[in-house]
């Protein structure tokens, strides 16, 4: 088992010698990986803090492009440049290229804009006339599942406890321990800084008075 598999056993109280239930081996583990891994995307998509550079060559004629990654997955774009001519493109959406020539497909020229299509493929404007141009995506991306203790996991020091809240806390919500898996949540999002986004509910106690009930 890896570092963060060790301190989730730990915080549950499990034997990380000797395991009762979670047994060091990928059916015995199976449920702190998945709640792991669950959490480092979770943790990429909010803080953006797992960055990656693609490099896709411009084809003349060639309006849109595939963005692939064979080590996870392109979450969305922070910056890209046409790197011949040090050229930073400006995000766009179709709605802008319609208000600007509802025949924008057609436009050709230096690529000035960049808009996105589903997931994982990107369109550029105006069409570009040469193939003597390459786009240099510096993007957020979503780091593949781990499988193994062996593998590299991509996650930076300071969300490692984070990671290790979110799942003690899915694991003390499978055992029906609502009170301990709310606590854990909440460092969790302490831990990143989120606690805003999520505010615990203001505890009140209400007296009653014959004609209203006031908040003493």
């Not at 404007?125 to 995506?137: A, K, N, T």
């Amino acid at each position: 088992m890896n570092v963060l598999e060790t301190r989730v056993l730990e915080l549950i109280g499990e034997d990380t010698e000797s395991p009762d239930v979670f047994t060091d081996d990928s059916t015995g583990m199976a449920q702190i990986r998945d709640s792991l891994n669950d959490a480092i995307e979770e943790v990429c998509m909010v803080t953006g803090c797992h960055r990656r550079r693609y490099i896709i060559p411009v084809q003349s004629g060639k309006n849109f492009y595939q963005i692939t990654d064979d080590r996870g997955y392109f979450a969305w774009p922070v910056s890209v440049w046409l790197t011949d001519i040090k050229w930073r493109l400006k995000m766009v959406d179709i709605k802008y290229l319609l208000n600007l020539n509802y025949r924008w497909m057609y436009d050709t020229g230096t690529p000035e804009r960049y808009f996105l299509v589903g997931t994982n493929k990107m369109g550029i404007h105006p069409l570009p006339g040469s193939d003597s141009y390459s786009l240099e995506i510096d993007a957020v991306a979503i780091p593949d599942r781990y499988t193994l203790d062996s593998d590299r996991i991509s996650v930076r020091d300071e969300h490692q406890w984070a990671i290790v809240n979110y799942a003690v806390s899915e694991y003390w919500a499978s055992v029906g321990d609502a009170k301990s898996a709310t606590d854990y949540f909440m460092r969790y999002l302490k831990k990143l800084g989120l606690i805003d986004l999520y505010p615990e509910t203001h505890e009140r106690q209400w007296a009653h008075k014959p004609d209203e009930l006031v908040e003493p």
